[in-house]
């Protein structure tokens, strides 16, 4: 199950831990998933969506 987006292909983030020393280590940063069910084609499915692009379809939705 990968932790992407389905609508807009929204994937995770890499980077470095910092710490005091300011050693690197490796870190990754997930995307927010929600699971939403939402009609496509006129059948309802459960997808995963960024919060992002959950927040943006409801802005759409209500104009």
Do not use: F, Y
């Not at 939403?36 to 992002?52: L, P």
């Amino acid at each position: 199950m990968a932790r992407k987006c389905e609508l807009s292909g929204k994937g995770p983030l890499s980077g470095n831990n910092r710490s005091h020393s300011l050693v690197a280590t490796k870190r990754k940063w997930n995307v927010n998933l929600h699971k939403v069910k939402m009609t496509i084609d006129g059948k309802e499915q459960v997808v995963k969506v960024s919060a992002r692009e959950l927040r943006t379809l409801k802005k759409a939705e209500n104009q």
